[in-house]
């Protein structure tokens, strides 16, 4: 059973930086896509960003273009989100998406994904 781990988050202060990483457990696990989620409560959960496996594409919601990245490392099975300028809006709990088939939905949207983390929490004070 493939399971992924975040790990990174925490609490920053508005216009800093976190980095998060997640890792995709088993070594067998050649994910096609892997983005990144988050949810704050009372909101649904949203897309943040993702990155096809190949590197070809990446997806970034409007809300975070400019500030935050996505990186991988496919040697490790990691994928990296990278924060910056962080708001207080960006505070939520973060989490990790992975599908190692051919999406058939809409890679921003959680019908996408098959395997999720437990999520990472980012606090950010203003």
């Known amino acids: 059973q493939v399971q992924l781990v975040e790990s990174g988050g925490g609490l920053v202060q508005a216009g800093g930086s976190l980095r998060l990483s997640c890792t995709a457990s088993?070594?067998?696990?050649?994910?096609?896509?892997m983005g990144w989620f988050r949810q704050a409560p009372p909101k649904e959960r949203e897309f943040v960003i993702a990155?096809?496996?190949?590197?070809?594409?990446?997806y970034t919601s409007g809300s975070v273009s400019g500030r935050f990245t996505i990186l991988k490392n496919p040697e490790e099975r990691v994928v990296y989100l990278e924060m910056n300028n962080l708001k207080p809006d960006d505070a939520a709990t973060y989490y990790c998406?992975?599908?190692?088939?051919?999406?058939?939905?809409?890679?921003?949207?959680?019908?996408?994904?098959?395997?999720w983390g437990q999520g990472t929490q980012v606090a950010v004070s203003s």
């Open positions: 990155i096809t496996w190949n590197g070809r594409d990446r």
């Open positions: 998406a992975a599908t190692a088939q051919m999406p058939s939905a809409n890679v921003m949207t959680a019908a996408a994904y098959d395997y």
């Open positions: 088993h070594y067998t696990f050649t994910p096609r896509v």
